[in-house]
């Protein structure tokens, strides 16, 4: 009998409520190869293949005090062990994406800002300096991707790991959008911002009958190396947001319906 993780069990969930069921199979055999990803996905008659990870926290964490804190080293060495064990060496004609969800990693930074930096190298800042003038050129400062990321040989200083199509994020998010309706509308009746007090009242009065649901929906950062890019209709779920690389800089290129409108109420709590 079959076991499966949370984060598996987490990503069936995601793909039956965006209408794949019976579109999935789990750890397949594929004619053919000797590796068998932990999912195969038919999308509109294209074979996409996954592999689930969790991501939990280092057993010597610190959980009291102070402490550095890494949001690369969790999933680039996920990243590390899909390429050591070749589990995608086979389906380089396929898109292929390392799905993780985070049980515990507090250090795990899921924001495409970090998940970019896991793949292209560490953020920082970079400036131009004039050695004549001996001093860095105004406006010269810029962000930067420096050392350590996934995709880049640390050598030979050239794309690798190219046939990951994406890391997608795996997350379960708070669909709160019925309460921040209220507080917007209440915040047009009123001219003006609510107070907190106010805002637990609206809370205790809709909790009730709106309670705060928690879907799961996933975060695509497109690998800017992949050989098969990710497909553009692949994953647009109504909370769901896909990221890539262009004009040098990050842009989100899909946001889900649902999302959008609770990003336009305005009025986080």
């Given at each position: ?5 949370e ?20 750890e ?39 402490a ?11 990243i ?36 970019f930096g ?8 970079a ?5 004549d ?11 930067e ?9 640390p ?19 708070p ?12 915040i ?31 975060v ?16 647009n779920?109504p ?11 990050q ?15 305005k009025c986080?709590?």
């Open positions: 009998m079959e076991t499966k993780n984060s598996e069990k987490v990503f069936e969930q995601y793909l039956d409520s965006n209408g794949f069921q019976g579109k999935w199979a789990y397949p055999p594929i004619t053919g190869k000797s590796k068998h990803p932990d999912y195969l996905l038919d999308f509109g008659g294209k074979e996409c293949f996954f592999e689930v990870k969790e991501l939990r926290k280092k057993d010597n964490e610190p959980i009291e005090r102070a550095h804190i890494d949001p690369y080293s969790s999933l680039r060495k996920k590390h062990e899909l390429t050591k064990r070749k589990q995608f060496k086979e389906f380089k004609e396929y898109p292929c994406s390392l799905v993780v969800y985070s049980i515990d990693d507090r250090q795990f930074m899921s924001e495409p800002f970090w998940v896991v793949m292209l190298g560490d953020r920082g800042l400036a131009t300096y004039d050695h003038e001996g001093k860095v050129v105004a406006g010269s400062m810029r962000n991707f420096l050392d350590g990321g996934k995709m880049i040989d050598k030979k200083k050239r794309k690798q790991n190219t046939t990951i199509s994406a890391i997608v994020v795996l997350e379960e998010f669909d709160n959008t019925k309460i921040q309706k209220a507080f917007s509308k209440e047009k009746k009123q001219g003006r911002e609510l107070t907190t007090v106010e805002k637990i009242g609206i809370r205790m009065k809709l909790c009730g009958h709106c309670p705060i649901t928690r879907v799961p929906r996933v695509v950062v497109e690998n800017p190396y992949a050989r098969i890019v990710f497909p553009a209709d692949l994953f779920g909370f769901d947001e896909r990221w890539r690389i262009g004009n040098d800089r842009e989100r290129v899909f946001v889900g319906s649902k999302l959008k409108e609770l990003e336009s109420l986080d709590f």
